[in-house]
């Protein structure tokens, strides 16, 4: 839901210049600032604080101070590693190639499809990205066991049937994120396509590059901020997706599809190593940041 | 927005084919709809598919988890789902969470905007930076933190935390967004109401909110739509099963079974997907298309 950033783009010119913002003048901020500085920032000072407690989730009365600990207890842990691993593939699978690929070849497309054809499309997928993540996880669950569709339509072709959830259930959790986040990337870079002007498409066309050649080298680079901006938000949609991946898999079996939300969620609720747990938490929040800060710079907010 | 254009170009046959235009639009586009027709018809039957289960299964009393056509249609599964402490509850907990959030991050969206918007200052810019920063960061990670905080100061499985909690996380693009909206308001109409004797304030629930009244109408649609869907934040921060609304319901109820009763399932979840759907519609159409949204990842 991070879409959308715009609104009123062109600001009207003023004939005064505004008034000094004094701290009476100021005051309307006051419920705004109050609630991100105690339900925002506090969080993360409190994240930042207590990654290096030995903080337990249970008998909570006492605890320490313990240093690198729990940095050290994770950069040391195989099962750290191997989340990290599936958050980078479930990352780059999903939304840098899946969502992002997909939702561009769906913008093109759509330009030369057919008016029902588009119209049809972009209502189922739409429809699948507005459907909450809980219910997206029970459909592709469905979808994938034992008996679930895709089986279904395995066996009717002819082939052996698959257990995804089971064998590579990351590349299950890969396959739902997509279905359910490419309509964002479809509808950003519909939106960009319609401002390219088309007489510079067609000049390239008069000057006989072919379909591809003219995508390549007249329509992407067009687009270029627009793709910035898209790679980094589905970034950190997808670095916070957790819902989808506990209700399709739980993170297993055997920790096969555990990406580091799930890692943090576990070690802090279920083995109860809440300062652990943070500190988890504090690596994904900076990794999150270093995303958010890329953004920031994409969007060139410098000049004005 | 991007449909008009789009529509012509799209019908290369139908209008004079063998002028210079048609000829200049080029070589592929012969055989070219056809194929884009085909390939888009068939990424929409991969997404049809898991869609389309959900409402067969919900009408069919024997649904299993594959797709296939009721061999009898009926409303058993939700005869049997609707009781107050399977669904109406954890509804209406649902619409009291995200409602009252809702609410309560459009009034500190709009009060922040005004100042941000109608004075200068030297701090505006890093503010505004600020905020935008926020709106990226992923909410995600500070949930065992806020765990950890909440049971300190006695808010763990209250509303008045989860509620406040909630509103914060959807106010960073709530404000950058009444911001931008109210940038667009020409400050000369505001300052006709001044000389005609009104305050700042009757001048901004006189002149400029009415003026953005669609502009956010949009955003707290979008919020309570992200809200609705959002599992993570009161999975964590309720625990008492009266307290629970759809998006954690949903996955209470059918973790506690072995065998998951897929029609039930499905009658479930589209009564819970139903108001985001309904209000996503209500939004689409207000803006004339869906593809307006998407405008706005330019910055």
Redesign the interface.
Known sequence: MTSVVTAGAGRPARRHDPAALTPMRGLPLAPAVALLAVFLLGPILYCIWSAFTDMALTGASGYHFVGFANFTQAFTSAEFGQSVLYTLFFTVVSAIIGQNVLGMALALLMRAGNRVVRALVSTVVIGAWVVPEVVAGYLWSAFFGTDGSLNHLLGLVGLAPQNLLYTTPILAVSIANIWRGTAFSMLVYSAALSEVPKDIEEAAVVDGAGTWRKLVSITLPMLRRSIATNLMLITLQTLSVFGLIWTMTKGGPSNKSTTLPLYAYQQAFQFSQLGYGTALALLLLLVGGVFSLIYLRTLRLGES | ??AA???Q??RPGAAGAGTAVAS?????RER??GL??A???F??L??????L??VL?AFDPSA?????WPARWSVDNFRAILTEDITFRPMLNGLVLCGVSTVLTM???V??A???S????R??RPF??T???????????????????F?QVNLIDTYFGTI??M???????A???AK??M??V???LEEAAWTDGASRAQGLRRVVLPLMWP?LA??AL??F??L?????VP??LLLSNDNLPA?VG??TF?AQYAQVV?GQ?AAY?LL??LP??LL?LALSRRLGG??????????
């Open positions: 927005m991007s254009p789009a529509v170009a799209s200049r639009r080029g070589r592929g070219g709809p884009v027709n390939a888009l018809l990424v929409a991969c997404y049809l598919v898991p869609l289960w959900l299964a299993g988890p594959s797709l296939s009034v500190c969206a009060l922040a005004y100042p941000l109608r004075y200068r200052s701090l505006k505004l930076l905020v935008l920063f926020m709106t990226g960061l992923p909410i995600t990670a500070i949930m065992v933190p806020v765990y950890g905080m049971v406040l909690f509103a914060t996380t959807a106010l960073p693009i404000i950058w967004l931008n909206f940038d667009s020409p400050a000369e502009g949009v955003v979008y919020t739509i992200g609705w869907g959002n599992f993570f999975f964590v998006s949903i996955y059918f897929y399932l979840s819970y997907s985001a759907v996503y869906a593809f307006t949204f998407g405008g706005g990842v330019k910055g």
